[in-house]
């Protein structure tokens, strides 16, 4: 019965139910967790808001459904869930066999390792013999086999489900070492008793990007996912904030650019089967992508992650929005 | 017109004539119940078809064949990264029936002794159990399973601060380090010896009762027996010097190195689930062993019976009947309970097939089938075995 909505157009399916299904994680604080309200916060969860914005004109109106690194794809594709936006890194092998369609990245993420100070360990490479940490069903799990591998170096992999187990099974001592996106030990790092006592190892052994995704089959919808995720990109490259977003948009400027992002000039939204207003929607809801950035997961924030990799191309970084023309 | 008026009322006749009759109307029913089944079936089967194809997705078993590339932290056999998923699977199969042969001997050993404990005389013995066995079955398995994985890993220390047990054996948070055995050439003799021991245990056990029926002598067979099994290869085995060497685990960096380990995760899983499920089987002993009328008992001591060869020879083969087919469930439970191993990372067939390579290869259907149909294999080879023992120690009725 599902197999109905994997074809079909899930943007009428979205616009029917009045409300955007969108996976996310159990629960990485910066990310995607409830606050003490049990309302989702997060940067991965801004996209979710972003795009229930342009697609349903209510920022709020977004059902959030926790899934762990194991059920997150069979949610996606049994039509559960509509977008996911979770801490998923892109690879040949989800994108050709498990049926995705990527959207683009919006977090350049690699995995590192997450160890206490006082075992005086400086590099993954001594980390002979010690008990690791890993959720499964990642690619985490995949680059950590290849790396001991590698470098001729045992460990015992401590397999746990979600984020919150890793966290408890590492406090509790069960593993020396924690590993993850180094986004993700950041912030798991950050939810610590004591931070400081841990440090986050230099290597990191793999890229991650990771990125949106929705089900493969649904172009029109995958454009959506995509073109959002790009705005929010695009609208920091030419300084579109939360609060000027409404002045530009209440008339055409002298910037094309803007005029295009927020429908002033051209007719971007309804190429993508939205209105006019899709992008201002989106950006007076969360901000550009700079801005959600720094709210959530930026160096003001325990999280405490700098923008790194994912600084606009202008400023030494690789995030790159394709022209919305 | 007349006739047509005439001949319709035998037609409804008909239908309530079937309905009516005993014999079709079960035959009725039975053919609907089977058409009703097969067609859900059927609809189920369709519908995953269809879903598969709307995705774009095949059902193929090829996948088992390649490289697994994830690790696997206790294995009864060798396995690394490089290893296929269908290795990964053995791995998991083996895991599997580790937990679940280790649990159904300690439920058993332990049900019983609370069956025993629950019929005593003794008020605090007797109490003890009950308190017990109604704290245990009322708590749901999971929390056990996490209890006893949480009391392991914040209660004992890390490696560097381990329990020390005489300077072979280690307690620790990470497992339960233990000297590992490894064969000499001489150890065969000892092996040989043990079947040797187990031959002739089947060979006198048959002999003594023949000497018993003709002649009424009674030999002690249980002290014989276990002198045959244990007592003659132990003694070899020190005669022959030990033909053992151990493998000491030793601190090394982060956690010991060499010898034996046992994680956490199988103790937690282990010991949750055979005293759970030992509660349920002290109950059934009980039931068991009360439901031998008392006379049974007085009329083996009035013909001079001890009281532990009455318990032996008339108590217990009876009680064995009723305790039997209840026993078969409990052991179906705690296989198939293994499968919460999932919740505290245990690699089972959950955790392996139905897990790890199910994500990493998004083959769902396939994986879920393949474990659907391994536990089903599990509890039909369990069911056929205790309905093979039940039927040996049925009354024989003539």
């Known amino acids: 019965m599902t197999a109905m909505t994997a074809q079909a157009a899930t943007l009428d399916d979205v616009k029917a139910r009045g ?46 459904i926790p899934t762990t690194g194991k059920t997150r794809f069979t949610v996606l594709n049994s039509g559960e869930g509509d977008i996911l936006f979770r801490n998923t890194t892109e690879t040949l092998s989800r994108d050709a066999d498990l049926k995705l369609t990527f959207l683009p990245v919006n977090y350049y993420d690699g995995q590192g390792f997450l160890i206490r100070k006082e075992l005086g360990v400086n590099s993954a490479k001594e980390l002979d013999g010690a008990s690791i940490c890993i959720q499964t069903g990642t690619t985490t799990e995949l680059n950590l086999a290849d790396f001991f591998r590698v470098n001729n170096i045992s460990y015992e992999p401590v397999a746990i489900e979600t984020n919150e187990e890793g966290i408890a099974n590492y406090s509790a001592n069960r593993c020396d070492v924690y590993t993850t996106d180094a986004s993700g030990l950041a912030s798991t790092r950050a939810a610590l008793e004591d931070p400081s006592a841990h440090i986050i190892l230099p290597e990191i052994i793999s890229k991650e ?32 904030t939360q609060a000027n977003v409404a002045e530009l948009a ?76 | ?76 056999i060798d396995y690394n990264s490089r290893d296929t998923h269908f290795r990964a699977m053995i791995v998991g199969i083996l895991n599997t029936l580790l937990v679940a042969v280790c649990g159904i001997i300690l439920s058993t050993i332990v049900g019983f002794l609370l069956g025993v404990f629950r019929l005593s005389k003794n008020f605090l013995i007797n109490r003890l159990a009950y308190v017990y066995i109604e704290y245990v079955r009322n708590v749901p398995v999971l929390l056990h399973i996490l209890l006893v994985h949480g009391l392991i890993v914040h209660s004992l220390p890390l490696p560097k601060n381990a329990v020390n047990v005489s300077d072979t054996a280690f307690l ?15 150890f065969w003799g000892v092996i040989i010896l043990f079947m040797l021991g187990i031959a002739f245990t089947f060979w006198f056990r048959k002999y003594a009762k023949q000497v018993q029926d003709a002649t009424g002598k009674h030999y002690p067979v249980f002290w014989i027996c276990l002198g045959a099994i244990v007592g003659v290869p132990l003694l070899a085995f020190l005669v022959l010097g030990m033909p053992l060497t151990w493998d000491i685990p030793e601190l090394s ?103 790890i390579s199910l994500n990493q290869t998004g083959r769902e259907m396939e994986c879920m089938t393949i474990v659907l149909l391994l536990y089903l294999t599990f509890s039909l080879l369990i069911s056929a075995f205790m309905n093979w023992y039940n039927k040996r120690i049925k009354l024989v009725e003539r």
Not at chain 1, 19 to 47: M, S
Not at chain 1, 216 to 225: N, V
Not at chain 2, 172 to 186: D, H, I, Q, V
């Open chain 2, 253 to 355: 960096g982060f956690n010991f190195k060499g010898g034996m380990v046992i994680r956490p995760e199988f103790i937690a899983l282990w010991l949750a689930l055979s005293l759970y499920t030992a509660a349920f089987i002290g109950e059934i002993v009980r039931a068991g062993i009360t439901a031998v009328n008392w006379g049974q008992s007085e009329a083996s001591y009035a013909l001079g019976l001890s009281r532990s060869r009455t318990l032996s020879l008339v108590v217990i083969p009876q009680a064995m009947r009723i305790i039997v087919p209840p026993l078969t469930s409990q052991y179906l439970n705690i296989t198939k309970n293994s499968s919460l191993a999932i919740a505290i990372g245990y690699m089972d067939i959950v955790a392996t097939i139905g897990g």
């Open chain 2, 172 to 186: 620790t948070n990470r497992g339960f380090f233990m000297p590992k055995p490894s064969m000499e050439p001489l």
């Open chain 2, 1 to 76: 017109m007349n006739e047509v008026a005439i001949a319709q009322p035998p037609q409804r006749n008909l239908v309530s004539r079937l309905w009516n009759d005993k014999e079709t109307r079960s035959v009725i029913i039975q053919v609907i119940a089977f058409a009703a089944i097969f067609a859900f079936f059927f609809a189920m089967v369709r519908n995953a078809i269809i879903n598969l194809e709307a995705i774009g997705k095949d059902l193929s078993l090829g996948f088992l064949w390649q490289p697994a590339s994830y690790d696997i932290s206790q294995s009864l």
């Open chain 1, 19 to 64: 409300e955007l299904n969108c996976v996310v994680t159990t629960g990485v604080a910066g990310f995607a967790a409830p606050d003490e309200n049990g309302r989702w916060e997060g940067f991965d969860v801004d996209f979710c808001r972003a795009v229930a914005a342009a697609v349903l004109g209510d920022a709020e109106k977004v059902k959030f």
């Open chain 1, 209 to 240: 990007p990771l990125a949106g995704a929705v089900r493969q089959g649904d172009e029109q919808w995958a454009d959506i996912g995509k073109w959002v995720v790009n705005a929010l990109i695009a609208a920091e490259e030419a300084g579109v």
């Open chain 1, 250 to 325: 209440a008339a055409a400027g002298d910037n094309p650019d803007i005029n295009r992002l927020l429908g002033t000039e051209g007719n971007m939204g309804e190429m993508l089967g939205l209105d006019a207003q899709w992008a201002v929607r989106a950006i007076s809801a969360v901000g550009n992508y700079g801005e959600s950035f720094n709210r959530h997961i930026g160096p003001d924030t325990p999280i405490g992650l700098e923008r790194g990799l994912n600084a606009q191309w202008k400023d030494g970084g690789i995030l790159y929005a394709a022209p919305i023309r």
